[in-house]
């Protein structure tokens, strides 16, 4: 066991003209979509990964094997190491608190994390700065869940305050017998440490996101608010800008999100996931500190892509253009299908398109898993659709 009280001695790169090194913590598909531009710009990256097979490890020179829960090996991960970064959210505060007191820049740190890591902490947190929120409360049992009903209106959502994703630990609530069937069940299931948070059901008519990258020195830049198309909890689409997104709407999006990364402290990416109302209201969803699915567009939309962005606060270098290349840049995931044999697809896609873009994460074909994205990106945005969506299925399968 390390001493918690050393001190392990940062080196200042600036200062002796060696390259950064940025040690990233998770070894998914983000991780490996940082790569990219961490070789173009002569950043050494490290990663702590829990598999060699994994997305990222697959391609990293620098891979440690170990858990991001266990408090040694991240800290004989992160010696060395100028600043600390995540491919996840999923590290334990306690950890991060440890490396921040052993003098590793942690980025972003332990206090602004939590909020994306804990929706009941992120939901009280806003609520206090004045940002938009549905009704919301900590229910610890099912009569609470009901008295909740009751003054909202049913339904209801019920959500784990941590460790969900994709849809899986939220639940749309109907009636005072459908909580009294499940809401047992879910209190039963809660993972360590999280809380069953009750929300008002909002009738919203689409989501946005709001992506924003903020340095340590404070320089921040905000993307084109992009729609973000789901289905069954899973991103399937992003179409940037968010068609007929008002210019004041997009500005007071894109302000609303520079306002939370400036209050919360948030260094490199955040992505502020909106549900937006027929009336054109928006309240806010979830947080997320990190390169987010929804900002995979800039890669080839953007003048400068949300992984380089996310970097360049990481090691507090100034941050790039976030404006679009294109009109219109639609993005589709590719969710593992029946095609196994994703590269011999490309044939098709390719030949189809010249002007496709393709990212693979090196993954496993396994139904509904994200192993890539596409991007397409032009002036015509029924045509950008369209081939987003023709090669996106052609590489699941769905047509051939
Ligand atoms: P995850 O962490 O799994 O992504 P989210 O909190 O983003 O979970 O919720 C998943 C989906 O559930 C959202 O994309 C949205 O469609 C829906 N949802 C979440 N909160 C609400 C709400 N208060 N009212 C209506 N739908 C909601």
Not at 91 to 102: C, K, R, S
Request: net charge negative.
């Amino acid at each position: 066991m390390t001493d918690p009280q050393e001190k392990i001695e940062q080196p200042d790169p600036l200062a002796s003209g060696r390259p950064f090194v940025v040690g990233i913590i998770g070894g998914g598909q983000l991780a490996r979509m940082m790569y990219a531009p961490s070789i173009a710009m002569g950043i050494t990256v490290r990663l702590l990964a829990t598999a060699p097979d994994e997305s990222a490890a697959q391609i990293v020179h620098d891979v440690v094997i170990g858990a991001h829960t266990d408090l040694d090996a991240v800290r004989e991960f992160a010696a060395g190491c100028d600043a600390i970064t995540f491919d996840h959210e999923h590290v334990p505060t306690a950890i991060l608190e440890q490396l921040e007191a052993d003098g590793v820049a942690v980025r972003p740190g332990p206090a602004a994390l939590v909020h994306a890591q804990d929706k009941a902490v992120m939901r009280e947190r806003l609520s206090a700065l004045g940002a938009p929120c549905p009704a919301h409360r900590v229910v610890d049992d099912l009569e609470a869940m009901i008295n909740f009903g009751a003054e909202q209106g049913w339904p209801v959502i019920g959500k784990s305050s941590r460790g969900g994703y994709d849809g899986k630990g939220v639940w749309k609530i109907d009636s005072v017998e459908h909580a009294a069937e499940l809401v047992p069940k879910i209190i039963d299931g809660l993972p360590e440490g999280a809380v069953l948070l009750a929300e008002e059901f909002v009738d919203f008519t689409r989501e946005l996101s709001a992506l924003v990258v903020r340095s340590p020195s404070g320089q921040a830049v905000a993307y084109p608010i992009s729609e973000s198309i789901q289905r069954d909890g899973v991103c399937v689409e992003t179409i940037t800008p968010a068609p007929g997104l008002s210019a004041d709407s997009a500005v007071a999006a894109q302000q609303l999100a520079l306002g939370l990364a400036h209050e919360l402290g948030v260094v490199g990416v955040l992505a502020v996931e909106l549900m937006e109302r027929a009336d054109g209201t928006v309240v806010v969803n979830e947080l997320a500190m990190r390169p987010h699915n929804t900002g995979h567009w800039t890669i080839d939309g953007a003048h400068t892509s949300q992984f380089e962005n996310h970097l360049r606060a990481v090691v507090d270098l100034p941050l790039g253009d976030p404006t679009p290349r294109a009109k219109w840049t639609v993005m589709s995931n590719v969710l593992g299908g029946t095609v196994a044999d994703l590269p011999s697809a490309l044939l098709h896609s390719f030949a189809r398109d010249r002007r496709l873009r393709v990212e693979f994460y090196g993954k496993q074909v396994r139904p509904g898993r994200k192993v890539g994205h596409v991007n397409a990106f032009g002036d015509d945005l029924e045509l950008v659709r369209r081939r987003a969506h023709h090669a996106a299925d052609y590489l699941m399968g769905r047509i051939s």
